[in-house]
């Protein structure tokens, strides 16, 4: 049976969830607790036995010049005992026509790998949210003095929702909870914006805005590494391409050629 999960079922989703991503009980614990104002939770159970979990985001798409309504399915998993069985593959059709039918223009998913965006399409999702993702060596990086202010969520939504183009938008409630939960920080710099965190062994530019040589020294002026992975427009010389997205129109809503989700809690 798949329904919609209360407070009451978390317990229970943890351990769901971490059979498929590498996250400690308490982070969980966190994400669910932090996110039950914005996120909806499809589950399927059997009694009290619950074999897999879904987390879907709402949130918007500025889409073709208009700003229309869109989920955003997150960190969906299945017991390992009972994959293969069409479980995942009925939630999603069940969210998608849920939402298709409750008026929302457009569903968007992040695949954990590559080798899902294929499993996706099945659904409709178009993997339309490229990117190349690069590691550069801080020494190849320019020692531009560059000033940077650091951003409140309120501030980073305002330049996130000004940027051109089709790209998610989400509450201040999101960037707030994904800013503290992934310890990620955000500053605006002359020209642009970068969302960044600090990990062991580089520093990992969720997202940005501006020229990219700029961008890059004002987050190496911040925090010292050997590495600093970013995600670079899908056009770049340089690079492994990757898929940063998938976006399936419901109801009538046009078919998009390009969008950006950004702002990723993976």
Known sequence: MIDFATQKDHPEII???????????DDVAEFLAGTDGFCDRLVFREGEKIFAEMN??????????KRVSAVYFYALATLPEYRGR??????????????????????????????LVG????????PICGAKIADI???????FPIQTTKLSPSQL???RDSRKGNNAVFSVEYIDFAL???????????????????GDDRVRIIEF????NRMLSAVKGLCKSEIYRVYLPDDSLIGEKVCRGMVCPLGESVKLNKAQIGLIMD
Do not use: H
Not at 15 to 24: H, I, T
Not at 97 to 114: H, L, N, Q, R, T
Not at 181 to 198: K, P, R, S
């Open 15 to 25: 351990p769901v969830w971490q059979s498929g991503f590498d996250d400690n009980a």
């Open 56 to 65: 879907i985001i709402r949130c918007e798409l500025s889409a073709e010049g």
């Open 86 to 115: 069409g479980i995942m593959s009925s939630m999603i059709r069940f969210a998608l026509d849920k939402y298709a039918a409750d008026g929302i223009s457009y569903a968007m998913i992040v695949p954990a790998e590559e080798g």
């Open 119 to 126: 499993y996706y399409r099945r659904f409709g999702f178009e």
């Open 137 to 143: 060596p801080s020494e190849s990086i320019f020692d």
């Open 157 to 159: 939504k305002e330049l």
């Open 180 to 198: 503290r939960f992934c310890e990620m920080t955000a500053v605006e710099f002359d020209g642009g914006y970068a969302i960044f965190e600090q």
């Open 209 to 212: 805005d501006g020229e990219v």
